[in-house]
């Protein structure tokens, strides 16, 4: 089906334009099918902290991203940025500003109940995936809108909707076969300063994305099975 691409542009107070939504529907079996495999798939993805150095295609990931960006949002605004970094020594820079901030995270600015509950994922202050990975996708929330005039208009639920996108962006990318980890180092403010970003965004993540290292491993985690998280009436 031939797509048209259009540019959004900011409105405001515009009034209701509804255009028809008429999508096939699926029937049951292929529904159910489909279901299947995709949980199959979703279970199989997991969060690697270990990268090769290979590259990856870069169409996949901006491709992810493009899905990412078809999250709902609240009010529509699309509350989100996503800045990807290629750039070795811009990498360099990120990694060695998240190691100082985890370092003193590390060192016990978190407190001792968040470190115990750290302790089975065996993270520390090291962050070779900053540089290892050979694309960071760093997501910023775009707290409020910004015109180039200065105008500010407010954003509505901006952290569930960037939250939102978030998942579809992992999801993207492990269903396209590329592995990532989501990194919030803590606090985040030095990558609004190492991209530049402006005032009107604050840093959401980082997800470096690559190929798991030849030696990857990770932790022995046991999610919770669907009767612990599903309570039907
Ligand atoms: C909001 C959020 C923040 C996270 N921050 C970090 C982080 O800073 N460093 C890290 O190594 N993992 C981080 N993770 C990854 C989690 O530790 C991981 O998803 C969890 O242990 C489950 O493992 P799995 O993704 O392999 O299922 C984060 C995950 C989420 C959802």
């Not at 902290?49 to 491709?63: E, G, I, W």
């Not at 015109?147 to 992992?170: N, P």
Request: charged share 25%; hydrophobic share 40%.
């Amino acid at each position: 089906m031939a797509t048209t691409t259009r540019h959004w542009t900011p409105t405001h107070g515009d009034p209701y334009r509804p255009v028809p939504y008429r999508p096939g529907r699926m029937a049951p079996a292929e529904s159910l099918a489909r279901a299947a495999e995709l949980r199959a798939r979703m279970d199989e993805r997991r969060t690697v902290r270990q990268f090769a150095t290979d590259p990856v295609p870069l169409d996949v990931v901006r491709d992810a991203i493009a899905c990412a960006a078809t999250a709902p949002s609240g009010a529509h605004q699309q509350p989100w940025t996503f800045v990807l970094v290629r750039d070795p020594g811009v990498r360099r820079r990120i990694r060695d500003a998240a190691e100082e901030e985890e370092r003193l995270s590390y060192d016990g600015r978190l407190g001792e109940e968040w470190l115990a509950a750290l302790r089975p994922l065996g993270t520390d202050e090291v962050k070779p995936h900053l540089t290892d990975a050979p694309a960071l996708i760093v997501v910023f929330q775009q707290r409020y809108w910004l015109g180039e005039d200065g105008t500010k208009r407010k954003h509505y639920y901006v952290d569930e909707s960037v939250g939102i996108a978030v998942g579809m962006l992992l999801s993207a990318l492990h269903l396209s076969g590329l592995a990532a980890l989501i990194h919030t180092p803590s606090p985040m403010r030095f990558l609004s300063d190492v991209l530049g970003r402006p005032a009107n965004e604050k840093a959401f993540a980082v997800i470096p994305v690559g190929y798991p290292a030849p030696d990857c491993q990770v932790p022995d985690l046991v999610r919770k099975s669907l009767d612990q998280v599903l309570v039907e009436f």
